[in-house]
């Protein structure tokens, strides 16, 4: 316990130190941007950012749409988790979104967003996003910025090594981070090693549709799978995954899991393997998991659970997979656009160590191996080194390309960025960040066509960097401009949540495609109301069903009698518009969900369950228009055996 204590209390050391210096060095730092730096992150009134970029939520379970370089916020799409500012997991139509084996989940820890890419290219169709506590990955649809699948991952936990697209979005991938019993069964903890098991997940995306299906697992040691990055052109056909925790530890990881000099990254042939899948390989094993898609045509969630799963056993693929040595506790595994260089960030390193491409896969040709584990070959460590950035800095994470032969890594540790090149490994720039930076973003940065106009450091510590909030502060993002031989800090600007990753796309790509609104002619909705004539309230036994429509500035019906306590009552509100940016709210007294808000031409439903007799409003909750204030309407509710008949209008009948 003295060796544990003084590892902790040295690591508690070099922190203090590190943040107490940045804090000195902030205070003299303020104001000294200059006005160029303004100029180049001001955006006119009326004019639009070059970039979008969409920052992962973290433990929000969100995903945030910026724009670069202003770093103003647009939009939070939600995920993994409820929101009820768009009743996305509220409203009856996005409840299905959020199953999973376990339940409903109403929350998620949202990591790594990658964009669907084409020839190695981004191609502005969708973004996958891994949610890391209930293992899952999801699809947001970037022509509507919303959320349309999520798969669940079985054989999994803590999803972590996710979510990162190939070439041509072939397959999306997902890692665990925990091994596990597989299949689950009660056992000791003390009993983890040679018995728990990591997957990898891969998951085939359908080239015309984005739709997602668990194609194969691969069944892997119980080490911990980190981080992941598809090959690149040259490496293309191939994955690439850190490990920690070869060790196979159960408790006190950091002290146990950091005894090995090296551990791996997992290097998989995933063709190799699909070939061998699509022959009829692999071991179909029962699983449970839930497949869920929003169809836009219905504007409706559907929830399935998938019954089995096709696990892979390395022993059976050969020369499939093998282990490339790497500097101990690595995290992130990056490949520069060329696909020929692999970096490792060894946690623990203050060097950074590059892999190469061609040496692995002569090293493989003429099997120059240093043993294997678990029958898997691990490589020789100097044959496949490419090189070393010497005493880069401390605690390297994660490393982005500019595609002008230009890297750029994080380094937790010593708070800084630093620039380096590609071939020569020499150190070109350094700056620091405020504070602790964990993530780094280049737009196109992890694709064949990085856009090295700007880089994002997303940031752990925010101490002294905005006005204080309490205890909780925001967590703080810095915007670099990257286009000269030095960086130069532009912008700090708060984040949602505590992003880990994140993805920028030139807006163009976007913009052309975004949708405005429904067509109401395409809603197919089995609830929806499409005109005034169609506006009608049913009783089947205690379950009452309005079937509404919302244009500005009234709800039809306005006046609804003749429910009772005791009823479960359906608001179905179509909302007629068709006009861009014109949504409609509804929000009822006494509703145990959120508001709806419904966008032009869609339907969308809550339900509310009367427990007071009374007379109740609801009214409209997004200022729509000058009379957005009158946008009301009342509910009579009678006792339970009251023989009031079901009536409805705006006024018609009054007297």
């Known amino acids: ?136 990955i999801a699809r947001i649809d970037l022509t509507t910025f919303e959320t349309v699948e999520i798969l669940e991952i079985p054989n999994s936990a803590g999803n972590h090594s996710s979510s990162y697209v190939t070439d041509n979005t072939e397959y999306v991938i997902a890692g665990t981070r925990f091994s596990i019993p597989i299949p689950q069964r009660d056992m000791p903890i003390k009993d983890y090693k040679g ?190 080194l490419a090189g070393v950035v010497e005493q880069a800095g401390l605690g390297p994470l994660h490393t982005e390309f500019d595609g002008e032969g230009n890297a750029y890594t994080s380094f937790f540790i010593s708070s ?10 020499e150190v070109i720039d350094r700056k620091p960040t405020f504070y602790s930076v964990g993530h780094l973003m280049i737009p196109g940065g992890n694709s064949q066509k990085p856009f090295g106009k700007y880089l994002v450091a997303m940031n752990k510590i925010t101490k002294d960097r905005y006005l204080p909030t309490g205890p909780e502060v925001t967590h703080s993002a810095q915007l670099y401009d990257i286009t000269g031989d030095k960086m130069e800090l532009l912008l700090d600007f708060p984040t949602v949540g505590e992003p880990h990753y994140a993805a920028a796309i030139p807006a163009d790509l976007i913009m052309k495609n975004s949708k405005k609104i429904y067509e109401l002619e395409d809603n197919n909705h089995p609830h929806v109301t499409k005109t005034p004539a169609d506006v009608k309230v049913i009783r089947n036994g205690n379950e009452v069903r309005i079937y509404m429509t919302t244009i500005r500035s009234h709800f039809n019906p306005d006046n609804i009698e003749g429910i009772k306590v005791g009823d479960k009552v359906y608001f179905h509100v179509t909302n007629l518009e068709q006009d861009y940016d014109v949504p409609h709210g509804i929000a009822m007294i006494g509703a145990q969900t959120s508001e709806l808000l419904i966008m032009p031409g869609q339907t969308e439903t809550f339900i509310w369950y009367p427990k007071l007799v009374g007379v109740w409003p609801f009214y409209c909750t997004d200022f729509c228009s000058a009379l957005h204030q009158e946008m009301t309407g009342y509910v009579r509710v009678s006792p339970k055996d009251s023989d009031i008949g079901l009536s409805w209008g705006l006024g018609e009948d009054d007297e």
């Not at 749409?65 to 916020?73: A, D, I, Q």
């Not at 139509?93 to 290219?121: A, C, R, V, Y």
Request: proline share 5%; charged share 20%; net charge negative.
């Open 1 to 136: 316990m003295k060796n544990i204590f003084k590892i902790s209390l040295g690591f508690l050391m070099i922190a203090v130190v590190i943040t107490s210096c940045n804090n000195g060095n902030s205070s003299k730092s303020k104001g000294a941007l200059s006005s160029s730096a303004a100029e180049k992150v001001y955006i006119a009134p009326g004019e639009h950012d070059e970039f979008y970029a969409f920052l992962s939520g973290g433990f929000s379970g969100q995903l945030a749409v910026y724009g670069l370089p202003s770093g103003r916020l647009f939009k939070v799409i939600p995920v993994f988790s409820v929101d009820a500012e768009k009743a996305y997991g509220f409203n009856e139509e996005t409840k299905p979104m959020l199953n999973t084996s376990h339940g409903f989940i109403p929350w998620g820890d949202s990591h790594h967003p990658d964009m669907s890419q084409t020839n190695g290219e981004l191609d502005g169709r969708w973004i996958f996003i891994n949610e890391n506590n209930t293992p899952r």
């Open 195 to 384: 018995n728990f098991k990591g997957t990898l997940s891969f998951i085939k995306v359908d080239p015309e549709s984005g739709e997602m299906d668990l194609k194969f697992q691969i069944l892997m040691p119980g080490f911990n799978y980190d981080k992941a990055h598809p090959g690149r052109g040259k490496s293309h056909g191939w994955f690439f995954y850190t490990t920690y925790n070869t060790e196979e530890a159960h408790t006190l990881l950091e002290v146990n899991a950091s005894q090995n000099d090296k551990d791996f990254i997992a290097a998989i042939n995933w063709k190799k393997i699909e070939a061998y899948v699509n022959n009829g390989g692999g071991k179909k094993i029962a699983a449970n998991y839930a497949h869920n898609v929003y169809d836009e045509s219905t504007h409706s969630a559907t929830s399935t659970m998938k019954k089995e799963v096709i696990m892979v056993d390395p022993a059976d693929v050969p020369g499939a997979i093998f282990f490339l040595p790497t500097p101990k506790s690595p995290h992130g595994c990056d490949i520069d656009p060329s696909g020929e260089y692999i970096v490792a960030s060894g946690k623990l390193s203050s060097n950074l160590t590059i892999h190469s491409f061609t040496k692995m896969l002569d090293a493989i040709e003429n099997e120059k191996f240093a043993g294997d584990a678990y029958g898997i070959p691990i490589l020789n460590f100097e044959d496949i």
């Open 416 to 425: 800084e960025v630093v620039k380096w090149k590609l071939g020569t490994w």
